[in-house]
């Protein structure tokens, strides 16, 4: 381990380099790079089968996937969503022109608190978006009960939860549509990428036209799309690092489970309730009793060159500069309580017991 190379919340899990340039070699004497070229569709399709999955339609990044769910529902109105969450939930509610109304979360799970939702129903809702935070399911089955019961639509922010199940299904396939995020912070990466995951091929169809200008399969403009496309050269770093895929989820699992052995002994620390059956151990928040708790774990982990980060702070219902503030106190006092210990492939075992050993220490 080299004591002065700093240690960061992340780094990409990437497979070995020469696999990669085989695959860029078939992309070079191909001369296509984009228009959902043959690396795209065999992705699209490779992703679907480990996920047993139907309606894949990969797109540029999360936040361009979300977009596109609101564009392809026609949703116009408000959208109930959490604040603790990356601001890039908001800002796809907004750029599409919908309100986002906040709804408070559950201090356990961190998730959208499903019993505050109804309250927050009034004639303009016209979806739900939650998130499944750190890869951790939100209430499924309660949230589908609500949305059918006021006739909704549901979109789940599913950005960190590729590898994570319901159900025994994979929890990408629950809502209208969820939309996952494959940026190079994910457990499985094509650098910048994302997908929608859709209820039915006609709403993938619809997808896909909008993410190329709106054009049916003969080019003829039928509908308001836009550019969403991802190139063959991140669709073949995502061919490569699939092959991986079980491995890094396996690796987080140890990783994770470390961290818990090593500080789940301590009352002065709270961990985000899990279904250890279910996640994909993507990220290993811990929360502190307090913000100078936290600021001061911090300094120790900062002195030693470990830089782990404050997801989600602060609550981006007090974003002032793009959302008019509606109180969520428990989102509010949670996200300046929290913070994500570094977890990677690369991380060692020794790593995780130094930053732990640091922690301890401050308590
Ligand atoms: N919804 C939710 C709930 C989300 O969390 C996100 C994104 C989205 C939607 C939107 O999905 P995308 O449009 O991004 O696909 C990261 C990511 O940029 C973002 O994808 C993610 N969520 C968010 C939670 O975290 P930062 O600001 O933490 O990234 P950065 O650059 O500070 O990276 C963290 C660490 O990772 C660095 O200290 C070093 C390491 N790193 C990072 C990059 C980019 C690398 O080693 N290599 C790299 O290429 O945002």
């Not at 022109?97 to 927050?120: A, H, Q, R, Y």
């Not at 929608?196 to 036209?209: D, F, K, M, V, W």
């Not at 200008?213 to 991802?230: I, L, P, R, S, T």
Request: a negative charge; hydrophobic letters at 40%; charged letters at 25%.
């Amino acid at each position: 381990m080299d004591k002065n190379k700093p240690i960061f919340v992340t780094q990409p899990s990437l497979a070995p380099l020469s696999e990669y340039v085989e695959l860029l070699e078939e992309v070079w004497d191909s001369g296509i790079l984009t228009h959902n070229g043959p690396k795209v569709q065999r992705l699209e399709a490779e992703l679907s089968k480990k996920l047993n999955l139907d309606n894949f339609s990969i797109v540029l990044n999360g936040t361009i996937a979300l977009q596109m769910a609101i564009k392809a529902l026609d949703l116009k109105g408000e959208i109930i969503t959490t604040p603790f969450t990356w601001v890039a939930t908001v800002s796809a509610i907004k750029w599409e022109g919908c309100k986002p109304v906040f709804c408070d979360i559950n201090p356990e799970t961190l998730n959208i608190d499903e019993d505050k939702i109804e309250s927050l129903i009034n004639a303009d809702t016209v979806a739900i978006m939650p998130v499944h935070v750190f890869g951790t399911a939100c209430n499924v089955s309660k949230i589908e009960e609500i949305a059918k019961k006021y006739k909704l639509k549901v979109i789940y922010d599913a950005a960190h939860a590729i590898g994570s199940s319901y159900q025994n299904k994979s929890l990408l396939s629950y809502g209208d549509i969820s939309a996952t995020s494959l940026h190079a912070t994910k457990l499985f990466n094509t650098g910048e990428g994302g997908a929608c995951i859709a209820n039915s091929p006609e709403l993938n169809e619809r997808l896909q036209r909008i993410r190329f200008f709106g054009h049916d399969k003969d080019k003829n403009v039928v509908e308001d799309g836009f550019n969403g496309k991802m190139t063959e050269i991140h669709a073949a770093l995502g061919l490569i690092n699939l092959k991986y895929f079980d491995k890094v989820l396996d690796d987080r699992r140890e990783k994770y489970l470390l961290y818990k052995e090593m500080l789940g002994g301590r009352k002065e620390l709270q961990f985000q309730r899990i279904n250890r059956n279910e996640t994909n151990f993507s990220y290993f928040p811990v929360i502190f009793q307090s913000e100078e708790k936290l600021l001061q774990v911090e300094e120790a982990l900062n002195e030693k060159s470990i830089f782990p980060r404050r997801y989600f702070y602060p609550s981006v219902n007090t974003y002032n500069e793009i959302v008019d503030y509606q109180p969520t106190p428990i989102s509010e006092d949670i996200s300046t309580r929290v913070m994500c210990l570094p977890l990677y492939y690369n991380l060692s075992p020794k790593q995780i017991k130094l930053i732990s050993k640091t922690i301890l220490l401050s308590l």
